[in-house]
């Protein structure tokens, strides 16, 4: 070490850029981690204690009564169920259909290969806007149905094409022997594609899941006057939204309202977690896959 | 997350001409086994016939018809969600009315459209939909590559990998929670305000909720808190993709970190940064509305309303839905037109492109 910095004559500046360095990126640790210990601290609070504020990483009265009341609530947990359902659907059902298509795509010799990628490719471009997907929706009886959550999203254009450039790096051989063996293009997508994909399909299936467990317009949007339909991002939305004073969102219902009146930080808190803890407890174990899929897809080297 | 979806297409392209070469070949390889297996050409063969041209297309069907059953559903699907609703633009021309069919629907022309451009609360809106576009794409675009610079001049592995894997954490939680929590540290007893009192920079804590020329600064801020580790991940892959003796004679030249940085690790990414920046630009009018729907409130509505979220009050929640569709449409047309000129105009100058 001593012999590399005196060869580099640079040992001041270095060191200086290194502090500084070193400084600023903890400053950005603490800003990104701060907000999730307090929202923590404060959901593990006593929520009349809370209210004297001064709560910043620890609580000061510690109870678990708020998770406890939180679960109390019907609203909540019908919405706990409906976003466990649409996650798990919605992933699986993206998953197998992009990854259906992407394995049809990548084979060169499929006939209709190059208008099928550019007839998807063309999506990601075009959009036709929040109004006629709203009328298309209701002209197909999608509104107010779990189908809404699940079909308009099933196929994605960008993960179609990341799990494409996957199956374009595995040598082409396999498939060529499997077909020998006389097996069809379904057994080969399905007994050799598939388990061979596993890495880009856990980068997939986690971005399936976040998009999914995430959402929160399409409940407002098309199912909002269904409470058996509401997911619990929704319903987070709602009682963060209806003590927000001068909302422009008056049409939260009655419940909402009666929650935010009886719910106070605490809770809310509470709440946030419960929302967010699935994502932090799956993310750390996919985090080796989506850092490479991230890559593989956006990246042109 | 936007400007990757749509970088993809890039991808796609590129990938797609490497391995034509290898295609032709496997190719070849292919129909002779395909020859060899299949009854088709078993008949074929009996009957000696070389094989058809107009033929040959209804032939492949049917010897890909695992590829077809795998592919039409979904191209099937993709018209429905994707296309048809381009056939909707067409409310945007007529007075529609929702009871009745297309064809009793009345043409009314550009109606629609000069009524939106006789707006004064279509350019308000405007307003806001640009400045809060280009302040996200000023900040959005320039923190996750300095991030990812200076993330990469780390020594300590350790600290390298915590502080990334920690700042791609937000990316990962909803919008609605952000905004909860944003609202949280910006409350009048919120970090921020005590921060600032117990630093004397301010007397009285301030509400920044409640003040509509701050809005634009907290959406471009929560947005940058929220996705820089991510937006970061494509620098941090392309800097590690540079070659480290590059690295090595410049230190053996007597260049700083500074240098180094100026030197070699920007101008390696370039091309990532160029290409980017182009999407960026391109999806200028489409920033979306999920923060400034969940941040705004009628407080601050001179300051928040974007075109998308102007659409959705005129379009669905009063159902005027000619008059939403006009202003979806004109948020598309000039994207498409911003994509395209952006473009064309690095290709020219930069000799980039992503189309």
């Given at each position: 070490m001593a012999s590399s910095s005196k060869a580099f004559n640079a040992t001041k500046g270095e060191r200086t850029f290194d502090v500084i360095n070193y400084i600023l990126l903890g400053l950005v640790l603490v800003i990104t981690l701060y907000p999730f210990l307090n929202v923590l601290a404060i959901s593990l609070n006593d929520s009349t204690d809370t209210v004297r504020g001064g709560i910043y990483?620890?609580?000061?009265?510690?109870?678990l009564e708020n998770y406890k009341t939180i679960f109390g609530y019907t609203s909540l947990v019908q919405g706990f169920k409906i976003s466990i359902l649409r996650t798990v659907i919605g992933t699986l059902l993206g998953l197998i259909s992009s990854s259906m298509l992407a394995y049809t795509l990548s084979r060169?010799?499929?006939?209709s290969r190059r208008f099928v990628s550019v007839f998807l490719a063309m999506t990601m471009y075009f959009s036709g806007g929040m109004v006629p997907v709203y009328i298309l929706m209701r002209d197909l009886h999608?509104?107010?149905?779990?189908?809404i959550y699940v079909l308009?999203?099933?196929?994605?254009a960008f993960n179609v094409f990341v799990i494409r450039s996957f199956i374009d790096g595995l040598p082409y051989a396999l498939q060529e022997s499997a077909k020998l063996d006389g097996a069809n293009d379904f057994v080969i997508y399905y007994k050799i594609i598939l388990p061979l994909c596993k890495p880009v399909l856990a980068t997939i299936a986690l971005f399936l899941a976040v998009g999914q467990w995430n959402s929160w317009f399409d409940t407002y949007l098309?199912?909002?006057?269904k409470p058996s339909l509401t997911t619990l991002q929704y319903e987070l939305m709602k009682i963060l939204d209806s003590t927000n004073?001068?909302?422009?969102?008056?049409?939260?219902n009655d419940l909402a309202n009666q929650m935010a009146n009886v719910s106070p930080e605490s809770i809310k808190m509470a709440i946030t977690i419960v929302v967010t803890l699935p994502i932090l407890v799956v993310y750390p174990f996919l985090q080796k896959y989506f850092v490479g899929g991230m890559t593989l897809g956006a990246v042109k080297a | 997350m936007e400007t990757l979806t749509a970088n993809s297409a890039s991808t796609n392209e590129s990938v797609s001409s490497v391995p034509t070469e290898r295609e032709q070949q496997n190719k070849k390889s292919r129909w002779k086994g395909f020859r060899k297996h299949s009854n088709l050409s078993e008949n074929e063969s009996a009957t000696g016939l070389p094989p058809k041209r107009p033929n040959g297309i209804w032939r492949t069907v049917v010897q890909q018809k695992y590829l077809y059953l795998m592919s039409l559903p979904f191209v099937i699907w993709l018209f429905v969600f994707n296309y048809l609703p381009l056939w909707g633009w067409t409310m945007a021309f007529q007075n529609y009315k929702?009871?009745?069919s297309f064809s009793e629907q009345k043409w009314v022309g550009f109606d629609n459209f000069v009524r939106l451009f006789h707006d004064d609360q279509f350019y308000l809106v405007l307003r806001n939909t640009l400045a809060m576009s280009v302040l996200g794409l000023i900040f959005g675009f320039i923190v996750p590559i300095v991030f990812a610079i200076l993330l990469n001049e780390v020594r300590g592995m350790a600290f390298k990998r915590v502080t990334q894997t920690v700042s791609?954490?937000?990316?990962?939680?909803s919008w609605v929670v952000v905004a909860g929590i944003i609202s949280n540290l910006l409350s009048m007893d919120g970090i921020i305000n005590q921060l600032l009192v117990w630093l004397h920079l301010i007397d009285e804590p301030i509400q920044f909720m409640a003040k509509g020329t701050w809005f634009w600064g907290i959406v471009t801020a929560s947005d940058v808190w929220k996705e820089t580790g991510w937006n970061a991940i494509i620098y941090l892959a392309a800097i590690t993709g540079i070659d480290k003796e590059l690295y090595e004679a410049a230190r053996v030249d007597g260049a700083g970190r500074f240098r180094q940085i100026w030197n070699i690790t920007i101008p390696g990414i370039r091309s990532t940064i160029m290409v980017l920046f182009i999407m960026s630009i391109g999806h200028l009018l489409s920033i979306g509305f999920e923060k400034q729907m969940l941040l705004g409130n009628s407080l601050v509505t001179d300051y928040s309303q974007v075109l998308d979220l102007y659409a959705l009050n005129y379009g669905i929640k009063i159902a005027h839905f000619s008059y939403g569709t006009a202003i979806s449409m004109f948020n598309s047309v000039i994207s498409i037109i911003l994509l395209f000129t952006v473009n064309g105009l690095f290709k020219k100058f930069a000799k980039e492109s992503i189309m």
């Open positions: 990483i620890w609580p000061r009265e510690f109870t060169p010799d499929f006939r999608l509104l107010g149905t779990f189908g308009p999203g099933l196929v994605s098309y199912n909002g006057n004073q001068g909302s422009a969102m008056t049409n939260a | 929702p009871a009745k791609y954490l937000p990316h990962f939680v």
